[in-house]
T-cell receptor, first 111, second 114 residues
Framework: GQQLNQSPQSMFIQEGEDVSMNCTSS?????WLWYKQDPGEGPVLLIA?????ELTSNGRLTAQFGITRKDSFLNISASIPSDVGIYFC???????????FGKGTSLLVTP | ETGVTQTPRHLVMGMTNKKSLKCEQH?????MYWYKQSAKKPLELMFV???????ENNSVPSRFSPECPNSSHLFLHLHTLQPEDSALYLC?????????????FGPGTRLTVT
């Protein structure tokens, strides 16, 4: 599959801070997805992006589909302790029936 | 029960054991997936079933054997596993394989091979 580079690998921040993470690929994707995984649970979809340049929000989360179609970022504003978890990006190529996942960004938030 | 459920949630097995993982979805979906999640690695797609037909086998060793008796149930039969097979095994489902970007994940089975 296509390799996705997700960074940073981990983040340790204080409550109230903003967070930014991104994903890059050597290939063009037509769909970018961002998931969150809590300990002991499966990934849950946060935001789906379908068009280059698209900027989509879900509460305090905002994600963008890069213009080159090879990257995406996720921002979390005013972080709270329940934001703790692992965030994954995933991409899908135009003719594909599978998703390619990043390695995840582990987020820790201290009160 | 709603969504995607997996049993057992935890499993410890010896290398000579035979065990099975079960996944059930209550979403009316027609595609089901098995993934392997290991620490510090991307999710690895193992198998895909679409309308009960296997459409993808991602070079998975034969000690892993999937079974999809109907669109709601998916099994992963395990036999003669190796310690490096220890991981979180996630099941997912979507309306069909064309809607893979709309898949829902189960909570996973944490497998430890001793």
């Amino acid at each position: 599959g296509q390799q996705l580079n997700q960074s940073p690998q981990s983040m340790f921040i204080q409550e109230g801070e903003d967070v930014s993470m991104n994903c890059t690929s050597s290939s063009i994707f037509n769909t970018w997805l961002w998931y969150k995984q809590d300990p002991g649970e499966g990934p849950v979809l946060l935001i789906a992006l379908y068009k280059a340049g698209e900027l989509t929000s879900n509460g305090r989360l905002t994600a963008q589909f890069g213009i080159t179609r090879k990257d995406s970022f996720l921002n979390i504003s005013a972080s709270i302790p329940s934001d703790v978890g692992i965030y994954f990006c995933a991409g899908r190529i135009l003719s594909g029936y599978a998703l390619n996942f990043g390695k995840g960004t582990s987020l820790l938030v201290t009160p | 029960e709603t969504g995607v459920t997996q049993t057992p949630r935890h499993l410890v097995m010896g290398m000579t054991n035979k065990k099975s993982l079960k996944c059930e979805q209550h979403l009316g979906h027609n595609a089901m997936y098995w993934y392997k999640q290991s620490a510090k690695k991307p999710l690895e797609l193992m198998f895909v079933y679409n309308f009960k037909e296997q459409t993808e086998n991602n070079s998975v060793p034969s000690r892993f054997s999937p079974e999809c008796p109907n669109s709601s149930h998916l099994f992963l039969h395990l036999h003669t596993l190796q310690p490096e097979d220890s991981a979180l095994y996630l099941c997912a489902s979507s309306q069909d394989r064309g809607r893979v970007h709309e898949q829902y994940f189960g909570p996973g089975t944490r497998l430890t091979v001793t």
